[in-house]
């Protein structure tokens, strides 16, 4: 079976939400009734014999990619984890949502789903070992990539859009202090773990646990050992942005044992919306790796730490993921009032100002044609941080031979220079908009790049601005609020500069932003 490689790709990656439970084994303990495989965990919910749109729902909405040995955390641990380190992680799932930006789910006893039951946030799932019956908490798609849209008067939960909330490397920080904290030995974390697996009668079987809290352990010591230089540079990023390249680069050094050399300045990414994905080839800003969508759309699970053996033997949730993104159903016109003599008016200039780059859209949003192109820096102007990030020796690592499990590679990365005009649907929706978020609202994006303003504070609790069309901002040194934080276009990564497209159409620039809000 001759499909996806393990290259990269620069989808949110990184994430591994819940850190690596290296193996479980090889050492499970003689006399054990039923000999398992230790390494090797397959539950037949991760199995799919037909790709489809329903399957792509289920993997994209609740249970992930799996390889949960690799990317999960036995679920007795993790409530040992919450116990023990509230400081560090929320005393509840509800606590941990708010404080890393998840989005929190209450606890509902009545629901027939196991996850909404145990109140996790929305992104992350309980899945059962087959080997040891322990449920292993793994994450999603809609971990990063769904957003309660809030708006004065409205709000609504929408999937395919970025988490603009969500502190992905703040969480991984976290996990890495546990890692190295004096009470994550096996003593203290097996019998906080029993007991709360014996009150709330979560499948923790004697004898296996023993086994499993050891591996655990080891192999979360592992993982964040092997991330503390990437942790030191990330930990304090912006909510909704993701360090990338650089947490593949990670992976891939670790894949390969050998250094992956970064770029001085960290490529923040912004997590995108995903409703462009039908009418792209590539899925990162740069457009930097190019392959059959099936496999790009899977091959970023290796940051989070899949195996690559794991894509092989699932071949079909590439081909079901796709099929779901294109297709997703979507319901989100702009709340506020819209101009329509005005919008109407800023169609045939978008047309002729705007389309060449981003494509022209039916009047319910959808794109009618556009085509993918990369829009060299020089061109465009912006922020070079996510484009250089992608260094040679990153290059060279993520096309890597060694890489190739069944001989054929079907995702190629290179160093575009540029940046990929995004799909437009729903953008009113998506502040702060551009590669890094470095522009909160339409508004700013509209000003001529000399005159935007570049440090503020972004509200990040607040109901989106729908005058100014984005995130609601205040000047900096205003008192910072629960979810509020700086935001400095003086930093690289973060310049507010370039894309003077929409501020060069001078007073017909009203017109084309109010045709925005329509899409
Ligand atoms: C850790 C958060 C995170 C997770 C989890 C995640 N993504 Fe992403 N995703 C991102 C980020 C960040 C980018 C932008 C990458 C870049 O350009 O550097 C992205 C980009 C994408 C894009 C491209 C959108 C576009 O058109 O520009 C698609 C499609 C996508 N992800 C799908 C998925 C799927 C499918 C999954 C689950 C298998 C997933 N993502 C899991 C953060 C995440
Ligand atoms: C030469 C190609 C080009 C033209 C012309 C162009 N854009 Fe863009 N646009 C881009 C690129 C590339 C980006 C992404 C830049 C980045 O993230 O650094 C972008 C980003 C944007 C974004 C933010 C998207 C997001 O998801 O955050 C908006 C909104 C936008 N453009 C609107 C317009 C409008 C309106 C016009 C016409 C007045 C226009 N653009 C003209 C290339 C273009």
Redesign the pocket.
């Known amino acids: 079976m001759a499909m996806r490689r393990a290259t990269v790709l620069a989808l949110g990656a990184c994430l591994c939400a819940c850190s690596s439970a290296g193996p479980i084994g090889p050492a499970i303990p003689s006399g054990v009734p039923a000999p398992i495989d230790a390494t090797w965990s397959d539950p037949a919910e991760y199995r799919i014999d037909r790709a489809t749109e329903k399957e792509g729902e289920a993997i994209f909405e609740r249970t992930g990619i799996g390889d949960p040995y690799r990317t999960g955390l036995p679920y007795p641990i993790f409530l040992a984890l919450l116990e023990m380190h509230p400081e560090l992680l929320g005393a509840t799932p509800q606590a941990l949502a708010d404080r890393f930006g998840f989005t929190s789910r209450r606890a509902a006893p009545e629901s027939a789903d196991r996850d909404e039951r145990e109140g996790l946030p929305l992104g992350l799932h309980l899945t059962d070992d087959p080997n040891t019956r322990v449920p292993f908490l793994v994450h999603n798609c809609a971990l990063c990539h769904s957003e309660v849209v809030r708006w004065p008067g409205g709000e609504k939960l929408v999937v395919g859009l970025g988490n603009r909330r969500i502190r992905v490397h703040a969480f991984e920080d976290a996990l890495a202090k546990i890692a190295v904290a004096p009470d994550f030995d096996k003593e203290a974390v097996a019998s906080v773990a029993a007991r709360l697996a014996q009150d709330r009668g979560i499948r923790w079987p004697s004898e296996y646990r023993g086994t499993i809290v050891s591996q655990t352990i080891r192999g979360v010591k592992e993982r964040y050992a092997s991330r503390a230089g990437l942790l030191e540079r990330v930990r304090d990023g912006l909510p909704g942005r993701v360090a990338t390249i650089e947490s593949f680069a990670v992976a891939l050094g670790q894949l390969l044992h050998r250094d992956v050399e970064t770029s001085p300045t960290i490529g923040w990414a912004?997590i995108?919306?995903t409703i462009g994905y039908a009418q792209k080839r590539t899925l990162s800003?740069d457009g930097g790796s190019e392959g059959p969508s099936d496999a790009l759309v899977v091959d970023a699970d290796i940051a989070a730490g899949a195996r690559v053996e794991w894509l092989y033997k699932h071949p079909l949730q590439g081909a079901s993921l796709s099929t779901f993104l294109r297709h997703v159903p979507r319901d989100l016109r702009f709340p506020g009032a819209i101009d329509t003599g005005l919008a109407a008016r800023g169609k045939p200039?978008?047309e002729r100002?705007?389309a060449?780059?981003?494509g022209t859209y039916e009047d319910d949003g959808r794109a009618k044609s556009y085509v993918e192109k990369i829009?060299p820096l020089d061109?465009?102007d912006?922020?070079p941080a996510?484009a250089l990030a992608v260094t040679d020796s990153f290059v060279a690592a993520a096309n890597d031979p060694k890489l190739v499990v069944g001989g054929m590679r079907l995702v190629t990365t290179r160093r575009t220079m540029?940046?990929?005009?995004?799909v437009?649907t729903n953008?009113w929706a998506?502040a702060p908009?551009?590669?890094?978020g470095?522009?909160p609202s339409?508004a700013v994006?509209a000003t001529k790049p000399s005159q935007r303003p570049s440090r503020f504070v972004i509200r990040g609790e607040a109901p989106l601005d729908l005058e100014r069309v984005g995130v609601v901002t205040a000047d900096p040194g205003t008192p910072l609020g629960p979810g509020d934080y700086v935001q400095d276009g003086n930093v690289d990564g973060f310049r507010v500069s370039?894309?003077p497209?929409?501020a060069?159409?001078g007073n017909d620039?009203k017109a084309?932003?109010e045709y925005?809000k329509a899409l």
């Open positions: 912004r995108p919306d800003w200039i978008f100002a705007c060449k780059c981003h829009v061109y465009v912006t922020d996510r540029g940046y990929v005009p995004p437009l953008i998506r908009y551009g590669h890094a470095q522009w339409l994006l370039g894309h497209f929409i060069d159409l620039s084309v932003v925005l």
